[in-house]
Protein backbone atom coordinates (compact mmCIF):
# COMPACT_ATOMS: atom_id res chain seq x y z
CA UNK A 1 0.00 0.00 0.00
CA UNK A 2 1.27 3.45 -1.11
CA UNK A 3 2.08 5.63 1.86
CA UNK A 4 0.96 9.27 2.87
CA UNK A 5 4.10 11.63 1.88
CA UNK A 6 5.63 14.06 4.12
CA UNK A 7 7.20 17.02 2.04
CA UNK A 8 9.09 19.99 3.79
CA UNK A 9 9.74 23.02 1.85
CA UNK A 10 12.60 25.52 2.02
CA UNK A 11 11.76 29.45 0.74
CA UNK A 12 15.55 30.07 -1.03
CA UNK A 13 16.19 33.75 -1.71
CA UNK A 14 19.53 34.55 -2.76
CA UNK A 15 20.46 31.36 -2.10
CA UNK A 16 19.50 31.31 1.84
CA UNK A 17 16.64 29.69 3.49
CA UNK A 18 13.44 32.00 4.33
CA UNK A 19 10.04 31.62 5.04
CA UNK A 20 7.59 34.13 4.21
CA UNK A 21 4.19 34.47 6.61
CA UNK A 22 1.69 35.57 3.79
CA UNK A 23 4.10 36.09 1.16
CA UNK A 24 5.75 39.22 3.16
CA UNK A 25 8.29 39.40 5.58
CA UNK A 26 10.63 36.83 4.68
CA UNK A 27 13.80 36.39 6.93
CA UNK A 28 16.96 34.34 6.90
CA UNK A 29 16.51 31.23 9.06
CA UNK A 30 19.69 29.10 7.96
CA UNK A 31 21.51 27.22 5.41
CA UNK A 32 19.31 24.85 2.54
CA UNK A 33 21.95 22.66 2.28
CA UNK A 34 22.07 21.59 5.96
CA UNK A 35 18.41 21.71 6.69
CA UNK A 36 17.73 19.16 3.48
CA UNK A 37 20.67 17.20 4.72
CA UNK A 38 19.12 17.29 9.04
CA UNK A 39 15.91 16.40 7.42
CA UNK A 40 16.59 13.52 5.12
CA UNK A 41 18.33 11.83 7.61
CA UNK A 42 15.56 12.46 9.95
CA UNK A 43 13.39 10.38 7.60
CA UNK A 44 11.84 13.26 5.21
CA UNK A 45 9.96 11.99 2.23
CA UNK A 46 10.48 14.38 -0.04
CA UNK A 47 11.69 18.02 -0.16
CA UNK A 48 11.03 21.03 -2.43
CA UNK A 49 12.86 24.13 -2.52
CA UNK A 50 10.66 27.24 -3.81
CA UNK A 51 13.45 29.84 -5.23
CA UNK A 52 12.08 33.42 -4.22
CA UNK A 53 15.10 35.52 -5.12
CA UNK A 54 13.64 38.48 -6.58
CA UNK A 55 16.61 39.56 -9.03
CA UNK A 56 16.98 37.51 -12.28
CA UNK A 57 21.19 37.85 -12.17
CA UNK A 58 21.03 35.66 -8.84
CA UNK A 59 19.50 32.76 -10.29
CA UNK A 60 22.24 30.90 -10.28
CA UNK A 61 22.99 30.29 -7.26
CA UNK A 62 20.02 28.43 -6.82
CA UNK A 63 21.29 25.67 -9.03
CA UNK A 64 24.25 25.96 -7.00
CA UNK A 65 22.28 24.75 -4.06
CA UNK A 66 20.09 22.13 -5.64
CA UNK A 67 23.41 20.29 -6.91
CA UNK A 68 24.63 20.37 -3.41
CA UNK A 69 21.47 19.18 -1.87
CA UNK A 70 21.33 16.55 -4.74
CA UNK A 71 25.07 15.07 -3.62
CA UNK A 72 23.80 14.31 -0.32
CA UNK A 73 20.26 13.57 -0.26
CA UNK A 74 18.60 10.39 -1.51
CA UNK A 75 15.08 11.51 -2.15
CA UNK A 76 12.66 12.98 -4.70
CA UNK A 77 14.06 16.70 -5.15
CA UNK A 78 11.51 18.86 -6.22
CA UNK A 79 12.57 22.73 -7.57
CA UNK A 80 9.81 25.26 -8.14
CA UNK A 81 10.03 29.66 -8.56
CA UNK A 82 10.71 31.65 -11.21
CA UNK A 83 10.19 28.39 -14.27
CA UNK A 84 9.45 30.67 -17.13
CA UNK A 85 10.73 28.10 -20.10
CA UNK A 86 11.72 24.53 -20.70
CA UNK A 87 14.91 25.59 -20.59
CA UNK A 88 14.69 26.86 -17.13
CA UNK A 89 13.32 23.46 -16.33
CA UNK A 90 16.33 21.65 -17.88
CA UNK A 91 18.60 23.22 -16.01
CA UNK A 92 17.22 22.61 -13.04
CA UNK A 93 17.42 19.00 -13.55
CA UNK A 94 20.79 19.03 -14.87
CA UNK A 95 21.16 20.25 -11.32
CA UNK A 96 19.68 17.39 -10.06
CA UNK A 97 15.94 18.26 -9.23
CA UNK A 98 13.31 15.55 -10.45
CA UNK A 99 10.59 17.80 -10.78
CA UNK A 100 10.02 20.86 -11.71
CA UNK A 101 7.19 22.83 -9.99
CA UNK A 102 5.61 25.58 -12.66
CA UNK A 103 2.98 28.25 -11.03
CA UNK A 104 2.41 31.93 -12.47
CA UNK A 105 3.90 31.77 -15.47
CA UNK A 106 1.86 28.59 -16.41
CA UNK A 107 -1.23 30.47 -15.34
CA UNK A 108 -0.09 33.35 -17.58
CA UNK A 109 0.80 31.09 -20.04
CA UNK A 110 -1.02 27.27 -19.71
CA UNK A 111 1.38 25.60 -22.51
CA UNK A 112 4.25 25.83 -20.48
CA UNK A 113 2.91 22.69 -18.85
CA UNK A 114 2.46 20.52 -21.77
CA UNK A 115 5.93 22.47 -23.47
CA UNK A 116 7.81 21.26 -19.82
CA UNK A 117 5.82 17.46 -19.98
CA UNK A 118 6.89 16.76 -23.37
CA UNK A 119 10.29 17.67 -22.37
CA UNK A 120 10.67 15.99 -18.74
CA UNK A 121 7.84 13.67 -18.40
CA UNK A 122 4.40 14.05 -17.13
CA UNK A 123 5.35 12.40 -13.95
CA UNK A 124 8.09 15.37 -13.52
CA UNK A 125 6.02 18.10 -13.83
CA UNK A 126 4.18 19.51 -10.60
CA UNK A 127 1.54 22.46 -10.88
CA UNK A 128 1.82 24.51 -7.89
CA UNK A 129 -1.41 26.61 -7.27
CA UNK A 130 -1.67 29.39 -5.06
CA UNK A 131 -5.26 29.95 -4.25
CA UNK A 132 -7.30 32.48 -2.34
CA UNK A 133 -11.32 31.78 -0.76
CA UNK A 134 -13.70 34.22 -2.86
CA UNK A 135 -17.87 34.23 -2.98
CA UNK A 136 -18.94 31.86 -5.39
CA UNK A 137 -19.87 33.43 -8.78
CA UNK A 138 -20.44 32.59 -12.30
CA UNK A 139 -16.75 33.11 -13.40
CA UNK A 140 -15.57 31.47 -10.34
CA UNK A 141 -18.10 28.88 -9.32
CA UNK A 142 -15.68 26.94 -7.25
CA UNK A 143 -15.49 29.92 -4.69
CA UNK A 144 -11.32 29.57 -5.15
CA UNK A 145 -9.99 32.09 -7.23
CA UNK A 146 -6.43 31.47 -8.61
CA UNK A 147 -3.58 34.28 -7.61
CA UNK A 148 -0.08 34.88 -9.05
CA UNK A 149 3.22 37.16 -7.97
CA UNK A 150 3.27 35.80 -4.71
CA UNK A 151 -0.64 35.96 -3.98
CA UNK A 152 -0.75 39.30 -5.02
CA UNK A 153 -2.87 39.37 -7.90
CA UNK A 154 -5.90 37.66 -8.68
CA UNK A 155 -6.18 36.63 -11.99
CA UNK A 156 -10.40 35.84 -11.70
CA UNK A 157 -9.65 32.15 -12.66
CA UNK A 158 -11.76 29.61 -11.01
CA UNK A 159 -9.04 27.08 -8.96
CA UNK A 160 -11.39 24.15 -9.75
CA UNK A 161 -11.25 24.33 -13.48
CA UNK A 162 -7.77 25.25 -13.32
CA UNK A 163 -6.63 21.78 -11.64
CA UNK A 164 -8.61 20.49 -14.43
CA UNK A 165 -6.90 22.18 -16.98
CA UNK A 166 -3.10 21.38 -15.68
CA UNK A 167 -4.16 17.67 -15.41
CA UNK A 168 -5.20 17.58 -18.65
CA UNK A 169 -2.22 19.82 -20.25
CA UNK A 170 -0.04 16.93 -18.68
CA UNK A 171 1.16 17.91 -14.80
CA UNK A 172 1.89 15.08 -13.02
CA UNK A 173 1.24 16.24 -9.50
CA UNK A 174 -0.64 19.38 -8.14
CA UNK A 175 0.14 21.55 -5.02
CA UNK A 176 -2.81 23.06 -3.80
CA UNK A 177 -1.50 25.96 -1.38
CA UNK A 178 -3.93 28.07 0.42
CA UNK A 179 -2.70 31.74 0.35
CA UNK A 180 -5.44 32.44 3.27
CA UNK A 181 -4.00 29.77 5.32
CA UNK A 182 -0.49 30.26 4.14
CA UNK A 183 1.88 30.85 7.34
CA UNK A 184 -1.19 31.26 10.17
CA UNK A 185 0.02 27.68 11.48
CA UNK A 186 -4.23 27.37 12.08
CA UNK A 187 -4.54 24.32 9.21
CA UNK A 188 -4.71 23.51 6.12
CA UNK A 189 -7.93 24.86 3.82
CA UNK A 190 -9.06 20.79 3.95
CA UNK A 191 -12.59 21.93 2.07
CA UNK A 192 -10.34 23.46 -0.37
CA UNK A 193 -7.97 20.22 -0.58
CA UNK A 194 -11.00 17.22 -0.77
CA UNK A 195 -12.55 19.74 -3.49
CA UNK A 196 -9.41 19.17 -5.84
CA UNK A 197 -8.14 15.96 -4.76
CA UNK A 198 -11.57 14.34 -5.75
CA UNK A 199 -12.00 16.03 -9.40
CA UNK A 200 -8.20 14.87 -10.36
CA UNK A 201 -6.68 11.64 -10.79
CA UNK A 202 -2.94 12.49 -9.84
CA UNK A 203 -1.85 12.99 -6.53
CA UNK A 204 -2.63 16.23 -4.64
CA UNK A 205 -0.21 17.74 -1.72
CA UNK A 206 -1.82 20.10 0.73
CA UNK A 207 0.04 23.20 0.89
CA UNK A 208 -0.18 26.07 3.73
CA UNK A 209 -1.53 26.80 7.33
CA UNK A 210 -0.08 23.40 8.65
CA UNK A 211 1.17 24.40 12.73
CA UNK A 212 0.79 21.12 14.36
CA UNK A 213 0.46 17.90 13.84
CA UNK A 214 -3.27 17.28 13.63
CA UNK A 215 -3.40 19.68 10.50
CA UNK A 216 -1.10 17.16 8.48
CA UNK A 217 -3.66 14.08 9.66
CA UNK A 218 -6.69 16.24 8.88
CA UNK A 219 -5.32 17.32 5.56
CA UNK A 220 -4.35 13.42 4.67
CA UNK A 221 -7.18 11.97 5.57
CA UNK A 222 -10.40 14.58 5.66
CA UNK A 223 -8.27 16.25 3.19
CA UNK A 224 -7.78 13.23 0.70
CA UNK A 225 -4.76 15.03 0.08
CA UNK A 226 -1.93 12.13 -0.89
CA UNK A 227 0.95 14.06 0.62
CA UNK A 228 1.33 16.75 3.12
CA UNK A 229 4.07 20.12 2.90
CA UNK A 230 5.18 21.63 6.01
CA UNK A 231 7.63 24.80 6.47
CA UNK A 232 7.79 26.67 9.21
CA UNK A 233 6.98 23.69 11.99
CA UNK A 234 9.87 22.01 10.86
CA UNK A 235 11.87 25.11 9.94
CA UNK A 236 11.82 26.69 13.36
CA UNK A 237 12.43 23.34 15.44
CA UNK A 238 9.07 22.94 17.06
CA UNK A 239 8.70 19.65 15.23
CA UNK A 240 11.33 17.03 14.30
CA UNK A 241 10.22 15.25 10.96
CA UNK A 242 10.10 11.85 12.34
CA UNK A 243 8.32 12.92 14.99
CA UNK A 244 5.75 13.93 12.58
CA UNK A 245 5.92 10.89 11.14
CA UNK A 246 5.06 8.53 14.59
CA UNK A 247 2.26 11.03 14.97
CA UNK A 248 0.69 10.08 11.84
CA UNK A 249 1.84 6.49 11.84
CA UNK A 250 -0.01 6.00 15.63
CA UNK A 251 -3.00 7.78 13.96
CA UNK A 252 -3.24 4.96 11.82
CA UNK A 253 -1.95 6.81 8.25
CA UNK A 254 0.14 4.79 6.44
CA UNK A 255 3.63 6.44 6.35
CA UNK A 256 6.94 4.75 5.82
CA UNK A 257 8.12 4.32 8.92
CA UNK A 258 12.14 2.87 8.47
CA UNK A 259 14.95 4.57 6.64
CA UNK B 1 35.47 -1.78 -6.54
CA UNK B 2 34.73 -2.67 -9.43
CA UNK B 3 33.33 0.33 -12.52
CA UNK B 4 29.99 0.53 -13.86
CA UNK B 5 28.91 2.54 -16.82
CA UNK B 6 25.61 4.13 -16.94
CA UNK B 7 23.95 3.82 -20.23
CA UNK B 8 22.73 6.95 -21.57
CA UNK B 9 19.65 6.85 -24.20
CA UNK B 10 18.25 10.08 -23.32
CA UNK B 11 15.91 8.71 -20.86
CA UNK B 12 15.66 10.28 -17.61
CA UNK B 13 17.40 11.84 -14.82
CA UNK B 14 20.88 9.62 -15.14
CA UNK B 15 23.30 12.04 -12.77
CA UNK B 16 20.89 11.35 -9.55
CA UNK B 17 21.73 7.72 -10.63
CA UNK B 18 25.61 8.74 -11.11
CA UNK B 19 25.43 10.56 -8.02
CA UNK B 20 23.95 7.70 -5.71
CA UNK B 21 26.62 5.37 -7.45
CA UNK B 22 29.13 7.70 -6.20
CA UNK B 23 27.93 7.94 -2.58
CA UNK B 24 28.48 4.62 -2.50
CA UNK B 25 31.55 4.05 -3.40
CA UNK B 26 30.59 2.73 -6.76
CA UNK B 27 33.16 4.36 -9.66
CA UNK B 28 30.68 5.14 -12.69
CA UNK B 29 30.42 6.73 -16.06
CA UNK B 30 27.78 7.74 -18.07
CA UNK B 31 28.20 6.94 -22.15
CA UNK B 32 26.58 7.05 -25.03
CA UNK B 33 28.50 4.52 -27.11
CA UNK B 34 28.08 1.66 -27.13
CA UNK B 35 31.55 0.13 -27.29
CA UNK B 36 31.70 1.46 -23.92
CA UNK B 37 28.30 -0.91 -22.51
CA UNK B 38 29.90 -4.02 -24.10
CA UNK B 39 33.48 -3.47 -22.80
CA UNK B 40 32.30 -2.27 -19.25
CA UNK B 41 32.42 -4.44 -15.89
CA UNK B 42 29.31 -3.63 -14.98
CA UNK B 43 26.33 -1.90 -16.19
CA UNK B 44 23.56 0.23 -14.83
CA UNK B 45 20.32 0.92 -17.17
CA UNK B 46 17.80 3.57 -15.77
CA UNK B 47 15.40 5.02 -17.74
CA UNK B 48 12.25 8.02 -17.50
CA UNK B 49 9.81 8.15 -19.91
CA UNK B 50 8.03 6.66 -22.59
CA UNK B 51 8.96 2.80 -23.98
CA UNK B 52 8.16 4.08 -27.84
CA UNK B 53 11.22 6.97 -27.60
CA UNK B 54 13.30 4.92 -25.44
CA UNK B 55 13.35 1.90 -27.88
CA UNK B 56 13.71 3.93 -30.78
CA UNK B 57 16.76 5.74 -28.93
CA UNK B 58 18.41 2.09 -27.99
CA UNK B 59 18.08 1.34 -31.33
CA UNK B 60 19.27 4.62 -33.08
CA UNK B 61 22.64 4.05 -31.09
CA UNK B 62 23.04 0.46 -31.65
CA UNK B 63 22.65 0.49 -27.77
CA UNK B 64 19.89 -2.77 -27.69
CA UNK B 65 22.67 -5.26 -29.57
CA UNK B 66 25.29 -3.72 -27.10
CA UNK B 67 23.15 -4.64 -23.95
CA UNK B 68 22.34 -8.08 -25.54
CA UNK B 69 26.27 -8.98 -26.12
CA UNK B 70 27.01 -6.98 -22.54
CA UNK B 71 24.16 -9.68 -21.12
CA UNK B 72 25.74 -12.75 -23.25
CA UNK B 73 29.09 -12.18 -21.62
CA UNK B 74 27.89 -12.47 -18.22
CA UNK B 75 28.26 -8.81 -16.84
CA UNK B 76 26.05 -7.95 -13.83
CA UNK B 77 23.35 -5.26 -15.20
CA UNK B 78 21.06 -3.65 -13.30
CA UNK B 79 17.50 -1.87 -15.16
CA UNK B 80 15.60 0.80 -12.81
CA UNK B 81 12.06 2.01 -13.84
CA UNK B 82 12.05 2.33 -17.44
CA UNK B 83 14.72 -0.23 -17.69
CA UNK B 84 13.24 -2.64 -16.10
CA UNK B 85 9.97 -2.35 -17.89
CA UNK B 86 11.73 -2.47 -22.13
CA UNK B 87 13.55 -5.69 -20.58
CA UNK B 88 10.53 -7.43 -21.29
CA UNK B 89 8.88 -8.83 -24.51
CA UNK B 90 6.25 -5.72 -25.12
CA UNK B 91 4.87 -2.79 -23.66
CA UNK B 92 1.42 -1.42 -23.31
CA UNK B 93 3.20 2.04 -23.67
CA UNK B 94 2.83 3.20 -27.01
CA UNK B 95 1.90 -0.50 -28.11
CA UNK B 96 6.10 -1.11 -28.73
CA UNK B 97 8.07 -4.59 -28.78
CA UNK B 98 11.04 -4.64 -26.51
CA UNK B 99 14.05 -5.97 -25.53
CA UNK B 100 12.90 -9.37 -24.40
CA UNK B 101 15.57 -10.16 -21.88
CA UNK B 102 12.41 -11.49 -19.67
CA UNK B 103 9.58 -13.38 -20.91
CA UNK B 104 6.63 -11.01 -20.36
CA UNK B 105 4.76 -7.73 -20.91
CA UNK B 106 4.24 -4.35 -19.60
CA UNK B 107 0.82 -3.27 -18.55
CA UNK B 108 -0.62 0.01 -17.92
CA UNK B 109 -2.56 0.37 -14.17
CA UNK B 110 -6.24 0.07 -14.59
CA UNK B 111 -7.39 0.54 -11.02
CA UNK B 112 -11.23 0.41 -10.03
CA UNK B 113 -10.57 2.53 -6.82
CA UNK B 114 -11.03 5.99 -8.15
CA UNK B 115 -9.19 7.38 -5.15
CA UNK B 116 -6.20 5.86 -6.20
CA UNK B 117 -3.86 7.94 -8.40
CA UNK B 118 -1.69 6.76 -11.12
CA UNK B 119 1.21 7.28 -11.79
CA UNK B 120 1.38 5.26 -8.55
CA UNK B 121 3.89 7.85 -7.01
CA UNK B 122 5.68 7.60 -3.54
CA UNK B 123 6.75 5.38 -1.05
CA UNK B 124 5.52 1.66 -0.86
CA UNK B 125 6.80 -1.23 0.70
CA UNK B 126 8.76 -4.07 -1.22
CA UNK B 127 8.21 -7.75 -0.31
CA UNK B 128 10.67 -10.13 -0.58
CA UNK B 129 9.64 -13.56 -2.94
CA UNK B 130 12.74 -14.93 -3.65
CA UNK B 131 16.68 -14.07 -2.12
CA UNK B 132 18.50 -12.41 -4.05
CA UNK B 133 22.52 -11.00 -3.97
CA UNK B 134 21.09 -7.53 -4.45
CA UNK B 135 18.29 -7.27 -2.55
CA UNK B 136 20.62 -8.63 0.33
CA UNK B 137 19.39 -6.97 3.59
CA UNK B 138 15.78 -5.78 2.98
CA UNK B 139 13.80 -6.07 5.83
CA UNK B 140 10.20 -6.35 6.37
CA UNK B 141 8.86 -2.58 6.05
CA UNK B 142 11.52 -1.00 3.94
CA UNK B 143 9.85 1.14 1.47
CA UNK B 144 11.45 2.44 -2.28
CA UNK B 145 10.66 5.55 -4.61
CA UNK B 146 8.15 4.94 -7.22
CA UNK B 147 7.11 6.67 -9.94
CA UNK B 148 5.35 5.13 -12.79
CA UNK B 149 1.89 3.93 -14.53
CA UNK B 150 3.06 0.82 -16.10
CA UNK B 151 4.22 -2.09 -14.21
CA UNK B 152 5.81 -5.37 -15.49
CA UNK B 153 3.44 -8.66 -16.06
CA UNK B 154 6.69 -11.76 -16.04
CA UNK B 155 5.70 -14.28 -17.96
CA UNK B 156 7.47 -16.62 -15.51
CA UNK B 157 6.95 -16.46 -11.56
CA UNK B 158 10.92 -17.66 -11.15
CA UNK B 159 12.19 -14.20 -12.62
CA UNK B 160 10.05 -12.09 -9.86
CA UNK B 161 12.34 -11.53 -6.30
CA UNK B 162 9.95 -8.92 -4.94
CA UNK B 163 6.41 -7.32 -4.96
CA UNK B 164 4.39 -4.27 -4.22
CA UNK B 165 1.26 -3.67 -4.13
CA UNK B 166 -1.33 -0.87 -5.79
CA UNK B 167 -4.71 -2.60 -5.13
CA UNK B 168 -3.07 -5.49 -6.70
CA UNK B 169 0.37 -6.74 -5.92
CA UNK B 170 2.81 -6.85 -9.09
CA UNK B 171 6.30 -7.76 -9.86
CA UNK B 172 8.86 -4.63 -8.40
CA UNK B 173 12.02 -6.23 -8.93
CA UNK B 174 12.89 -9.02 -11.91
CA UNK B 175 15.75 -10.71 -12.77
CA UNK B 176 17.58 -13.61 -14.50
CA UNK B 177 20.69 -14.54 -14.45
CA UNK B 178 23.29 -11.43 -14.32
CA UNK B 179 20.36 -9.57 -15.31
CA UNK B 180 18.52 -7.77 -12.41
CA UNK B 181 15.83 -5.07 -12.06
CA UNK B 182 13.90 -3.02 -10.34
CA UNK B 183 10.70 -0.99 -10.53
CA UNK B 184 11.65 1.55 -8.18
CA UNK B 185 13.93 4.45 -8.16
CA UNK B 186 17.10 3.03 -5.51
CA UNK B 187 18.43 6.42 -6.40
CA UNK B 188 16.04 8.42 -4.97
CA UNK B 189 15.05 5.73 -2.05
CA UNK B 190 17.01 7.31 1.22
CA UNK B 191 19.34 4.49 2.78
CA UNK B 192 17.53 1.32 1.71
CA UNK B 193 18.10 2.29 -1.71
CA UNK B 194 22.22 3.15 -1.43
CA UNK B 195 22.90 -0.06 0.22
CA UNK B 196 20.78 -1.99 -3.13
CA UNK B 197 23.29 -0.34 -5.35
CA UNK B 198 26.39 -0.69 -2.98
CA UNK B 199 25.05 -4.77 -2.99
CA UNK B 200 25.24 -4.64 -7.04
CA UNK B 201 28.29 -3.13 -6.86
CA UNK B 202 29.66 -6.34 -4.87
CA UNK B 203 27.33 -9.08 -7.03
CA UNK B 204 29.01 -11.55 -9.34
CA UNK B 205 26.43 -11.88 -11.60
CA UNK B 206 25.14 -15.00 -9.83
CA UNK B 207 22.23 -15.59 -7.76
Redesign the interface.
Known amino acids: ?????LIACLDVRDGKLAKSIKFVDTKDIGDPVEKAREY?VDGL?ELVFYDITASSDKRNIMLDVVEHV??QV???LSVGGGVRNVSDATDL??A?A?KINVNSAAVKRPELISECAEAI????VVLSMDIRKVEATKELPSGYEMVINGGRTPMGIDALWWALEGERLGA??LVVNSIDADGTRNGYENNLTRMISEAV???VIASGGAGKPEHLYDALTEG?A??ALVASMVHYGDYRVSELKSYLHDRGVKM???? | MSRAVIVDYDAGNLRSVHRACHEVGLDAEIVADPAQVVSAERVIFPGVGAAGSAMKSLKARGMDQALHEALDKGTPTLGICLGLQISLDYSEENDTTTLGLIGGNVRRFALDDPALKVPHMGWNEVVLKKPHPVLEGLEPGDEFYFVHAYYPEPAEADCVYAESEYEHPFACAIGRGNYFATQFHPEKSGRVGLRLISRFAQWDGTC
Open positions: MLSKRYDAEFIPRLGEGNQNGERIPKDARMSW
